[in-house]
Structure formats: C-alpha cells, structure tokens
C-alpha cells in the first residue's frame, strides 16, 4: 500500500493549504485514509479522516470548522482543505490508512512519509 503526499509548505497565519493523498483504486476502495500530524516535542494526533463505506468524517476539535477533508473517488484522491491556519497548526502531516474507521493511531495500518506543513510570519 502506498500514499503518496503532497501540498505542504510555508503559509502565513490566517492562510490555507491543502493537502492531497493519492493511493491505488484498491487502497482507496478498501482502506479508511485520513491525517495525522506530529509537531515537534509533541505525540502524533488524528486530524482528520474519512470512510472509505459511506464518506462519514471525523475532525479534530482543534480543526473542526478550519478543515475540511473530502476525496475525489476518480482521482483516488484524499484532500485535506486547510484555512484560517495558526502557528500550532505547524507540523509534519501524514497521510494514513485503516481497515477500521477510527481515526486513532494504533489502528493505521499504513503511513505516508510525511509533508511539511509551516505557519509562519
């Protein structure tokens, strides 16, 4: 199973970015794929996922209202629109993926390298 990131980079406060997970048809059909984001000093913490079965999402509180996550079913494609971002919004994002549907760190069963996310001024 691969996924393949892209879209980090340096944003201002108060910018967005978005974020693209690109998987096989299989992966993307089978697996629930979210994101996952660890900070520096900080543990990884689910941000954000969606089911592969019927589209339901799950935010984090600190993002609900800020992210939103979608995917594009032609593209095998999973998004993760980010607005209004904050400087503790800094992180290395990973693309995950599960055969459950629960947003939590010990159920991924694969992880993307990783993309730099940087808010800044």
């Known amino acids: 199973v691969q996924l393949e990131e892209s879209g980090g980079g340096l944003v201002q406060p108060g910018g967005s970015l978005r974020l693209s997970c690109e998987a096989s048809?299989?992966?993307?059909?089978?697996?629930?794929i979210g994101w996952f984001r660890q900070a520096p000093g900080k543990e990884r913490e689910g941000v954000s996922c969606i089911s592969h079965s019927d589209g339901s999402t799950y935010y984090a509180d600190s993002v609900k209202g800020r992210f939103t996550i979608s995917k594009d079913n032609a593209k095998n494609t999973v998004y993760l629109q980010m607005n209004d971002l904050r400087p503790e919004d800094t992180a290395v994002y990973y693309c995950?993926?599960?055969?459950?549907?629960?947003?939590?760190?010990?159920?991924?069963?694969?992880w993307g390298q990783g993309t730099q996310v940087t808010v800044s001024s």
């Open positions: 995950a993926a599960e055969l459950t549907t629960t947003c939590i760190e010990d159920e991924i069963d694969y």
């Open positions: 048809e299989f992966t993307f059909n089978t697996y629930t």
